[in-house]
């Protein structure tokens, strides 16, 4: 991020104007923060109103309501309008209501902050007021920003209204999503605001219909849940989607299937990639917000940037927006990515990096071989470990926790497969 910090002076023949003091915005910004103080040289009313002109037009303004502001691609402060941060010259907007006779110094602060690679969590998969779930959007953003969280997906039944009832004043990145929901199955289309005209599908070809046609209005396509007992996924399986849910709500046995059926799928040579959600709906039965979160390696905090991560495969799914963290790598290669045969990195060995670990916790290193290593913490909260590459053709890793509420060790961490060609 780069600051910038601009004294302007402001003689009382300045008043009733509107002044430009231009700043450079480079190529590859995320968001453009501007924040002001101004500082009165005498006696006498000073108010200074504020606003932001972008390298073609005015792109907000607040008077003297704020002495801050922010520009986002997908948000803004209110008054500012949010979208792409073209690259050249901008201008802080200083309207000067009111200047003493000695004149004022307004110092700006303009912090810029580039697209950058880095890890972000949330929840793909949350209901609200617009199905049957208990909430608004609003309290569910609000209890997402109070959990430290990046973005949440509302996923609505058969709809698509909360995706065009977004509060846009939230501080989490809104993922517009709506679950299809069919007696023999679900599958989210999350990105974009709608993905289908009708959700109605009592058929296999009218199911296969409805995933085409939410791909090619540009949605990503993940099957929930499938081993749930009460509306797992009954359809044919080969249906073109992208993700698939293996940890829904609390653990429990319908996600452990799916983890075993993922599994079988990484050992036949599927590069298949895993996520997880709350499917919130209300508070109740160790149902709450982001557990599971999923974390993803996220170019940039925007709904693109979230979508476009998990795709990329460098993604883990953690019992809590505390963790437990995971890393897992070979050399310049991460999670989700594969590693060539002919790649310098081969004559090293795959490493997974553990934190957020609580005493009792069980690491494993897994491969298609099975369990590689598996590891106990009592006083350490993070941990090492190292697998080889001989006849593997991936790794992934999990972290097992004894959880006191239900007196039994449950999933509390699990990696997306690192595949070696």
């Given at each position: ?54 390298t073609d037009q ?229 149902v709450s917000h ?107 890793a999990e972290v ?22």
């Amino acid at each position: 991020m780069s600051v910038v910090t601009i004294s302007r002076f402001i003689t009382s023949e300045e008043a009733d104007r509107y002044l430009e003091v231009p700043f450079q915005v480079a190529s590859g910004m995320e968001r453009i923060h501007v924040s002001v103080e101004v500082e009165a040289q005498g006696p006498g009313d000073c108010v200074i109103d504020l606003g932001v002109k972008d390298t073609d037009q005015v792109r907000g303004w607040s008077g003297g309501a704020r002495t801050e502001f922010y520009v986002e691609l997908e948000k803004a402060t209110p008054g500012y309008v949010p979208g792409y941060l073209m690259e050249g010259e901008w201008c802080v907007l200083l309207g000067t209501y009111r200047i003493p006779s000695a004149g004022c110094t307004v110092i700006m602060k303009v912090a810029c902050t580039p697209k950058e690679g880095r890890w972000l969590k949330g929840d793909l998969h949350m209901h609200t007021v617009h199905s049957d779930g208990a909430l608004t959007i609003s309290e569910n953003a609000r209890i997402m920003e109070e959990l430290g969280c990046d973005f949440l997906a509302m996923t609505d039944h058969n709809t698509y209204s909360q995706n065009l009832a977004y509060p846009h004043e939230t501080g989490v990145v809104l993922i517009p999503g709506m679950e299809l929901t069919t007696n023999y199955g679900h599958a989210n289309f999350l990105g974009v605001v709608k993905p289908v005209a009708d959700f109605r599908a009592t058929s296999s070809e009218q199911v296969q219909a409805r995933i085409r046609e939410a791909r090619a209005n540009g949605a990503r396509v993940v099957l929930n849940h499938p081993h749930c007992p009460n509306c797992g996924w009954e359809w044919d399986w080969m249906v073109d989607y992208d993700w698939v849910e293996i940890w829904n709500g609390p653990w429990r046995e319908a996600n452990r299937k799916t983890l075993d059926w993922w599994h079988g799928q990484l050992c036949m040579g599927k590069r298949l990639i895993a996520v997880g959600g709350s499917d919130m709906h209300r508070f109740g039965g160790y149902v709450s917000h982001s557990s599971p979160t999923t974390w993803v390696y996220a170019s940039s905090r925007t709904v693109d940037g979230i979508l476009d991560g998990i795709d990329t495969g460098r993604v883990f799914l953690s019992c809590s927006p505390e963790g437990p963290v995971m890393e897992l790598s070979l050399g310049k290669y991460h999670m989700g990515d594969v590693v060539p045969m002919d790649a310098p990195e081969r004559e090293g060995n795959v490493k997974l990096v553990v934190s957020g670990l609580l005493a009792g916790d069980e690491v494993k290193l897994i491969s298609n071989q099975g369990v590689e290593r598996s590891c106990v913490v009592y006083n350490e909260h993070s941990l090492e470990l190292f697998g080889e590459l001989a006849d593997r053709s991936f790794y992934r890793a999990e972290v097992w926790r004894y959880f006191v509420e239900v007196h039994e060790m449950l999933l509390a961490s699990v990696s997306n497969a690192l595949y070696l060609d």
